[in-house]
């Protein structure tokens, strides 16, 4: 009686333009039971896109690709960028990609790791191990937390208070299982805002990375009162070497499997833990105030996680801090600039918002029937983060009349 594997190899494609760099890698992993490897040299526009279109059915569909290229050679990455990220294999680079368009070429690829051309066997299968996890999970997607990235088109708009008044409420009013991470190693003002010191914190969880799952992810953490859970450098752990953008990004998936709610205050300055945070986001939240310097630029960071990065513009809320009608520039005017469909607007009452900061109480437990407090609890219903759950007295009075839209 013939038997059945019940564990057929997994389908690996190896493709690049370069022949001896494919073949290498082809060399590399001969042999390796569980994989079943074919190789392509894509000489030819699309070949890439044509091969994985034509091995779409469920009997060989190809569960990774590993893309051999350089600098000058990143037709294969630009075609799977133009693909639909519930259709794209994980996709592993080999190769020496320097330059900032290289990585966010990379990034709007899929690229779950960069390697160098030549990588050791032992790393290479570490690598297909987590591709073939990430594949076998993708279905699962709505048991990941949610991720929402906040950051600031100018410095001093608001981007720490919107970003833990937003995580504070989440965790506080949704009863959601909440992280809060601040990627200033200098100054972290998520721990200042929420009064906390922390001991450990996130240098020293990348640096424990390789030993790290979500019961051992909570010693890095510290805790507020309302339950919200922060990562934060602590005082005294400043370090001259920058956060590996591979590295947080694992980090940020662990953070996903513990956690229901993930907010991530990023850097304008788009470093390569704030690029990774935005392309693995539900939600990118653009901070501004009404002023003809800070739309412009708020206009151009549109444009560039939009047309550079390959965010989808539905994921981008602009949200215009410190409102106010007597401004110059109003919200359909930030709009049009900007390129977004409506901006979501948050009213001045920037002495409250002081003292919430200043005093590190948070916005709620100020006073949660202000206006301020209204827009961004809307704003959180509106990014998905929780369905409001208190009696519907209560409700109205914290919330007051929510249905007013902003344009």
Known sequence: MPTVDLNPPAKLLIAGPNAAAVGNLVATLRDQPGWHTTSLITDAPHALLNALASAADGASRIAAVIVACDEQHLDDLESLATLDAGLRPPVIICGTLKSAEANRTALRAGAIDLLPAGPPLAELLVTLRHATQQNGTRGQAADRGRLVTVIGAAGGVGTTFVACTLAHLSAAVGHRRTLIVDLDLVYAPLATALALRPERGLSE????????????????????????????????????QPIDGESFRTLLRLMRQGYQQVFVEGSRWLDAPTTVAIAESDHVLIVLQQSVAQVHNAARLYRLLTQQMGVPAARIVVVLNRHTSRATVQADMAAKAIGCESVVVVPNMYGLALDSMDAAIPLLDLDRSSAVARSLLELGQRLGEYTPTEPESLLRKALGVISRRYA
Do not use: I, K, M
């Open 205 to 240: 969880a990348l640096q424990q990375l390789a030993t790290l799952d979500t019961t051992a992810f909570e010693g890095y953490v510290t805790r507020h009162p309302s339950g919200l859970a922060l990562l934060s450098n602590p005082e005294g752990a400043f370090s001259t």
